[in-house]
């Protein structure tokens, strides 16, 4: 699935991967800049943690998306909740950089 920048930007998310390990996807980083109203020159920065609920061993691994770069480790797995941290690197950018793992 591919996030919204709504969805991000509520701090949490909490997903079940339904049966099988799943490759999703951040936001574009355009939407994440128009949900935010972000003006030219402004630099935003905020986290979204993302906990794994799979009633089995599955892994969820973050993809990009157009105007992110990805710094860490970018997989979840069973019972794991990850931070990330997302910080405008220009109008149209953001890296996200992994905050590590909380093990429940």
Same mark, same amino acid.
């Given at each position: 699935?591919?996030?919204?920048?709504?969805? *991000?930007?509520?701090?949490? *998310?909490?997903?079940?991967?339904?049966?099988?390990?799943?490759?999703?996807?951040?936001?574009?980083?355009?939407? *994440?800049?128009?949900?935010?109203?972000?003006?030219? $020159?402004?630099?935003?920065?905020?986290? @979204?943690? *993302?906990?794994?609920?799979?009633?089995?061993?599955?892994?969820?691994?973050?993809?990009?998306?157009?105007?992110?770069?990805?710094?860490?480790?970018?997989?979840?797995?069973?019972?794991?909740?990850? $931070?990330?941290?997302? @910080?405008?690197?220009?109008?149209?950018?953001?890296?996200?950089?992994?905050? $590590?793992?909380?093990?429940?």
């Amino acid at each position: 699935i591919t996030y919204t920048a709504d969805e *991000i930007l509520n701090n949490i *998310i909490l997903r079940n991967t339904n049966g099988a390990g799943r490759a999703d996807l951040f936001p574009t980083a355009a939407s *994440i800049m128009t949900e935010l109203a972000v003006e030219s $020159g402004d630099r935003p920065s905020f986290t @979204v943690w *993302i906990r794994n609920t799979a009633g089995a061993a599955e892994t969820i691994t973050m993809t990009t998306n157009t105007g992110l770069t990805l710094s860490g480790t970018m997989t979840i797995a069973q019972n794991n909740t990850k $931070g990330f941290l997302f @910080v405008a690197t220009s109008d149209s950018a953001f890296t996200v950089y992994s905050l $590590g793992t909380l093990v429940h």
